[in-house]
């Protein structure tokens, strides 16, 4: 099973971007969906987090802006990004977390904000 991400794009500040993530097949024990991001020289950071249950997590500077939604029915998982900032420049990555230790991993998709 794969992770395809997707919707990065070059975007002026301000504007926003919609990403999604979609699994090729279905992943038996997922327990948490979440979006990852790693600009150059940094390391990968949370992004935003929705557990089995509803319950979803911001990264404190994007909270307000940004919206993680999940479409059961599809396997997918998306993150609305509003009023974006250059400081929001990275290649964002989705994952799926499983209750039995093992993280599936989607590649990157790259977000340029410009200012």
């Known amino acids: 099973v794969q992770l395809q991400a997707s919707g990065g794009g070059l975007v002026q500040a301000g504007g926003s971007l919609r990403l999604s993530c979609t699994a090729s097949?279905?992943?038996?024990?997922?327990?948490?969906r979440g979006w990852y991001r790693q600009a150059p020289g940094k390391e990968r950071e949370l992004v935003a987090i929705i557990i089995n249950n509803g319950i979803t997590n911001y990264e404190d500077s994007v909270k307000g802006r940004f919206t993680i939604s999940r479409d059961i029915r599809k396997n997918t998982v998306s993150l609305e990004m509003n009023s974006l900032k250059p400081e929001d420049t990275a290649v964002y990555f989705c994952d799926a977390k499983t209750n039995y230790g093992r993280v599936f991993w989607g590649q990157g998709t790259l977000v340029t904000v410009s200012s």
């Open positions: 097949g279905k992943i038996g024990g997922v327990n948490a």
